[in-house]
């Protein structure tokens, strides 16, 4: 194997959807200060409840945006109270008649599951990452949790295409057997038809009322995948989301989905799969903790059950690679603005 260029790259990441914060951290008129790869940006709600993410220093002379106010839907610098609006455009110099081009970068953004997204490109050439089988449903989600773990994010993404680990960690003795699907641009899907072990808790549950079994995983934009699997009698869906942390560790924010039922009864059995959900991602999720928080990846001996493995590589070596320029500054900074200490504060003690 040549060795990759993007795959497991602590200053390397792919251009796409990446999570920001849930929709609830961010009330209408509120500004925070946000880290996402290494740069610095400021996420700011206007009056009409739309989103903004921009750079977080103003193009004056470099003030953090975060300090400012939000005006309608606009945001005011604190030092020398220069107004942008959501793209950028500079409206107000108070000590100037006439304006000058002066433009403050944003980001495109959109909210979906609950969550804040941005495009880390110029336009977004993909949508936000969803389950193929709801891709035309109504849904309804739940914000699991965020866990930071001491590997590449690439790392964690491999982790439910490993066929061998399945029956050492998982304990689900069978053959696992992954199929490349190639649906959508940009994606990589895999499906997997064996049974597992029907002896142990979980394959017992997997079995309830079944005949066929699903295991699917899709892997969006490099950065997110999602993993649907179960029976006939009821599909469970879990996205996984991933950001690169400064010196090529990971944090994942885990998001249960479901197709949306109507109804009292409806709502309840919403509710009831979305919990059966997140039991099912915290067996999986602590089976592989105690490898991702240790393990230094290094892919020397790739055999044949390695396959979809290999071809996820080989998927990210042919996105788009992007390396911000303020990572170095980022990696040199001790301590993160405040605010964004506080909601993620907030978002691990849900
Ligand atoms: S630094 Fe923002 S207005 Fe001067
Ligand atoms: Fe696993």
Redesign the pocket.
Known sequence: MRKPKTFNNPERFVEGWYWVMPSQNLRIGEVKPVTILGRNLVIYRGKDKRVVICDAY?P????HLAEGQVEGNEIR?F????KFDEQGVCTDIPCLTESIPVKLKTWPTAEKYKMIWVWTGENPQQPIPFVPELEFEEYESLIGPRIITNCHPNVVMINPIDAQHFSTVHQLPGDFFFEKVEIYQNALMFNNYTRGNEETFFGKLIHLFNNNNIYQICYWNGSTFTLTFGSDFIHLHIMVTLHLLKAGKCETQLIFITKKRRGIVGKVLNRWVLWLTSLFAGYFVKGDAKVLQTIRFDFKTPIKADQAIIQFINYIEKQKPLMWETWQLARSREVEPKENNKWREDLTND
């Open positions: 103003c004056h002379m470099g003030a610098c030092f020398h109270h220069w």
